[in-house]
Structure formats: structure tokens, C-alpha cells
């Protein structure tokens, strides 16, 4: 390995580690391994196609109105006075309608498999249900206007992929220019349904884990993009709706 290459490693893996508070001993288990090659099978390589010159952006959500429900008019009868409830009890359409419940991801329960991908010699890893599809690197054609760590868009089977160059974005600060005249990219990695693909060197593997082979931090965190760390590796597990947020935002690591 270079020297910046490990530099860069031995950062971001004490940049990692202070995220770790607690002192728990953590059990080595032998992950479960799904082979790449079936991954792999599915790596696309297309000729280039004409590009607008545009990024194009997720489509928007449908957004859903409910229902307006007319109150019916209940004439006042000689009954007793009920028993008062308590006002927790107390649950209309309309109260439940204005509290914002964000849908607990599928990964959060029980098991579940990630992918884990180098870039300058950091691991990352996605949860594989999060993950849109794999692409060989091909040429991104660069637009006006844009931050550095957006390499272009690149067309793939007619579809037009905004390619993120990953350690620009993960790493900024040590991004110099031994580092980056290091970088080969090979792979682009797709983020759920969206238009955004991170740039990869290297496919380690997919491993399955276990709700407690991951530090999660909550939602509050100063950093959206992570979901937790995956203990036994010292590597970051995106949480890949925050992430594509962040990216449709324009904005970086430091969310600026």
C-alpha cells in the first residue's frame, strides 16, 4: 500500500473509532459470506450516449392528500355524562395525521446483509437492500458549476447516473494530490432507486450481520450520512436516505 493511501486509512479509522463511546468487547464471528461473482453478473458496461447537459434529480415523491371527512350532526339526548378519558387516550384521524412517523428500515430487524467496498484505503459498507446496482467506471462527462466531488453524469443502458467522486466527498481534507493521483476506480455504486452512484476501487464482499455487529446512532447525530459502524471492521454502514438527501442538496460531508 503507498504511503498516502495508508495515511488515509489510518485517519479515517481513528476518525471512526471516536465515534465508538462505549467499552464493550466485541465477539468475533465468522461472517457469512454471499459470493461477489453474483454481484458481479450484473455489472453493466454500455457504450457513452449523448448527455444533456443537466444532472437530472430524483422524481418527486406522489404526494398524497387524505380525505376530508365530514362530521355528522348527533342530536343531544337525556343520557349520562361519560366518564372522562384521559386526554393520551385520545387519537383522531387528524391528530394522527399531523405526527410525522418516519418507516423503520427493513435492516434495523433482525439480520440482514451489506456490501463492503474500499475507497483509498477505506472500507465502506451499504446494507445490501439499500444498494440500486453495480457499473463499471466508465467516462463521466463533467458539468459547469458543480462541487469537486461530483465527477459528472455518466449514461448507463440509456440512463443518466450522477457519479460521485467517494473520497472527495468522504475524506476532503485529505484528498491531496498523491492521493488522488492514486485513486483507480473501477466500480460505480448505485444508491437505492435514486440517480446518485459512488465511485468504488475494490469489491471485498457481502457479509450478513447482526443487529449487534453494528454501533447504530440515532437519527439526531451530526452525521445523517451514518447509520453506525459495523464493529468487527471499523467501517462506516451508510444510511443511504439521508445520504441521496444530502447529495440532491449539493452539499458535502459537512453538510455545507
Given at each position: 500500500?503507498?504511503?498516502?493511501?495508508?495515511?488515509?486509512?489510518?485517519?479515517?479509522?481513528?476518525?471512526?473509532?471516536?465515534?465508538?463511546?462505549?467499552?464493550?468487547?466485541?465477539?468475533?464471528?465468522?461472517?457469512?459470506?454471499?459470493?461477489?461473482?453474483?454481484?458481479?453478473?450484473?455489472?453493466?458496461?454500455?457504450?457513452?450516449?449523448?448527455?444533456?447537459?443537466?444532472?437530472?434529480?430524483?422524481?418527486?415523491?406522489?404526494?398524497?392528500?387524505?380525505?376530508?371527512?365530514?362530521?355528522?350532526?348527533?342530536?343531544?339526548?337525556?343520557?349520562e355524562?361519560a366518564?372522562?378519558?384521559?386526554?393520551?387516550?385520545?387519537?383522531?384521524?387528524?391528530?394522527?395525521?399531523?405526527?410525522?412517523?418516519?418507516?423503520?428500515?427493513?435492516?434495523?430487524?433482525?439480520?440482514?446483509?451489506?456490501?463492503?467496498?474500499?475507497?483509498?484505503?477505506?472500507?465502506?459498507?451499504?446494507?445490501?437492500?439499500?444498494?440500486?446496482?453495480?457499473?463499471?467506471?466508465?467516462k463521466?462527462?463533467?458539468?459547469?458549476?458543480k462541487?469537486?466531488?461530483?465527477?459528472?453524469?455518466?449514461?448507463?443502458?440509456?440512463?443518466?447516473?450522477?457519479?460521485?467522486?467517494?473520497?472527495?466527498?468522504?475524506?476532503?481534507?485529505?484528498?491531496?494530490?498523491?492521493?488522488?493521483?492514486?485513486?483507480?476506480?473501477?466500480?460505480?455504486?448505485?444508491?437505492?432507486?435514486?440517480?446518485?452512484?459512488?465511485?468504488?476501487?475494490?469489491?471485498?464482499?457481502?457479509?450478513?450481520?447482526?443487529?449487534?455487529?453494528?454501533?447504530?446512532?440515532?437519527?439526531s447525530?451530526?452525521?445523517?450520512w451514518?447509520?453506525?459502524?459495523?464493529?468487527?471492521?471499523?467501517?462506516?454502514?451508510?444510511?443511504?436516505?439521508?445520504?441521496?438527501?444530502?447529495?440532491?442538496?449539493?452539499?458535502?460531508?459537512?453538510q455545507?
Amino acid at each position: 500500500m503507498s504511503k498516502p493511501l495508508a495515511a488515509s486509512q489510518k485517519v479515517m479509522r481513528s476518525y471512526l473509532s471516536e465515534l465508538l463511546t462505549d467499552d464493550e468487547k466485541v465477539q468475533h464471528k465468522e461472517p457469512e459470506n454471499k459470493p461477489l461473482e453474483k454481484l458481479l453478473e450484473n455489472v453493466s458496461v454500455e457504450r457513452k450516449l449523448p448527455i444533456d447537459n443537466k444532472v437530472l434529480s430524483r422524481k418527486p415523491a406522489v404526494e398524497i392528500t387524505r380525505d376530508k371527512i365530514e362530521p355528522k350532526v348527533v342530536e343531544k339526548t337525556n343520557v349520562e355524562p361519560a366518564k372522562p378519558i384521559a386526554k393520551a387516550q385520545l387519537q383522531t384521524k387528524k391528530s394522527l395525521g399531523s405526527i410525522k412517523v418516519k418507516p423503520e428500515k427493513d435492516y434495523r430487524n433482525g439480520s440482514f446483509q451489506a456490501m463492503f467496498f474500499k475507497v483509498a484505503g477505506l472500507t465502506i459498507a451499504v446494507p445490501l437492500i439499500e444498494l440500486g446496482g453495480i457499473h463499471n467506471v466508465d467516462k463521466a462527462t463533467p458539468l459547469m458549476g458543480k462541487p469537486d466531488w461530483f465527477k459528472g453524469v455518466m449514461v448507463q443502458r440509456e440512463e443518466q447516473i450522477n457519479v460521485v467522486d467517494t473520497a472527495r466527498w468522504v475524506m476532503p481534507e485529505k484528498c491531496n494530490d498523491k492521493l488522488l493521483s492514486a485513486l483507480d476506480y473501477q466500480y460505480i455504486i448505485m444508491l437505492s432507486t435514486s440517480q446518485w452512484g459512488l465511485t468504488a476501487e475494490h469489491l471485498v464482499d457481502t457479509v450478513t450481520l447482526e443487529q449487534e455487529d453494528v454501533k447504530w446512532l440515532d437519527e439526531s447525530n451530526k452525521r445523517p450520512w451514518l447509520a453506525g459502524l459495523v464493529k468487527d471492521r471499523m467501517c462506516a454502514l451508510l444510511e443511504v436516505e439521508s445520504l441521496i438527501k444530502l447529495l440532491d442538496d449539493g452539499a458535502s460531508i459537512h453538510q455545507d
